[in-house]
């Protein structure tokens, strides 16, 4: 999807009508999901993730209920450090690309939409959420059953680690 320019006194100002457009499907494949409600920090970490495997995935954005794009898209989120990677050399190749191309003279080389998808980005690798410690191994409770406050392990995962299976789900659930 190429940018738009709304005028403006100093000549015009870039819109990330790309980025909007992936930040929107990936919101309704999420409240379609149903699984959060869209106020929690796991829910911006589900809507990043999936808007940055819309954003870099390449091809012409559809609607979203694209049956093809979604199957795709499912794909890449199935496995996590597979989509770590993909999304760290998908971003490096947009970043070469567009100083290359010498895009955004005024402010460097990065287009708004390569700025959103950067920043969504950092804020996945580096905000840390809390959730239960899906690895560790529970023994059952011999006291009888668990009271609410006995959540079992949690431990400190970087964002995307809990936002990827949550929109992979939801684009199931959909």
Do not use: N
Request: charged share 25%.
């Amino acid at each position: 999807m190429r940018q738009e320019r709304a005028e403006g006194p100093s000549g015009g100002l870039l819109v990330p009508m790309a980025w909007m457009h992936a930040e929107y499907i990936a919101d309704e494949l999420l409240r379609g999901g149903d699984l959060m409600p869209p106020s929690t920090l796991e829910y911006r970490a589900g809507r990043g993730t999936l808007a940055l495997t819309i954003f870099l995935s390449e091809g012409p954005l559809g609607a979203p209920g694209t049956g093809h794009r979604v199957a795709e898209w499912r794909h890449l989120t199935e496995y996590g450090p597979a989509w770590r990677a993909w999304v760290c050399e998908r971003l490096d190749r947009m970043e070469a690309r567009a100083f290359e191309l010498g895009a955004g003279t005024e402010g460097g080389p990065r287009t708004p939409d390569l700025e959103l998808a950067s920043d969504t980005w950092r804020w996945l690798e580096e905000t840390e959420l809390l959730a239960p410690d899906l690895d560790a191994v529970v023994p059952p409770s011999r006291g009888g059953p668990r009271r609410p406050e006995q959540e079992g392990p949690q431990v400190w995962t970087p964002a995307w680690q809990l936002g990827l299976p949550l929109g992979h789900l939801a684009m199931h659930l959909c």
